[in-house]
Nanobody, 127 residues
Framework: QVQVVESGGGSAQAGGSLRISCEVS????????LGWFRQAPGEEREVVAT????????YYTDSVKGRFSTARDNTENSAFLQMSSMRPDDTARYYC????????????????????WGQGTQVTVAS
């Protein structure tokens, strides 16, 4: 079965940086989408970024544009999320998820459609 594991969560000061990673194993497809999501207490899970199978032109939600970046590694089975200029409202549990891409390699840009989820890693930004 597919396994998705996040790592690297922790604490950062406002204005600081943190990098978290996602590793995927057992996926039946070589071309799959990866997404980063986060959920704060009392709030719905939201998309942070998504990466298509080709690994370029990642999608970012407006609140993280210019501060966060994501990419797949050269084996296409893992990804990182680099978070910079962090703010207290970035505090959340961060999840990585995978799903099938369309025939043209198009990926969903919301939580809907992502099938295989990790258990998340906590990210806390001090105010």
């Amino acid at each position: 079965q597919v396994q998705v594991v996040e790592s690297g969560g922790g604490s950062a000061q406002a204005g600081g940086s943190l990098r978290i990673s996602c590793e995927v194993s057992g996926h039946p497809n070589k071309g799959y989408c990866l997404g980063w999501f986060r959920q704060a207490p009392g709030e719905e899970r939201e998309v942070v970024a998504t990466i298509r199978p080709a690994g370029g032109n990642a999608y970012y939600t407006d609140s993280v544009k210019g501060r966060f970046s994501t990419a797949r590694d050269n084996t296409e089975n893992s990804a990182f999320l680099q978070m910079s200029s962090m703010r207290p409202d970035d505090t959340a549990r961060y999840y990585c998820a995978a799903t099938h891409a369309s025939f043209l390699g198009v990926c969903p840009t919301s939580t809907h459609g992502y099938i295989d989820w990790g258990q998340g890693t906590q990210v806390t930004v001090a105010s």
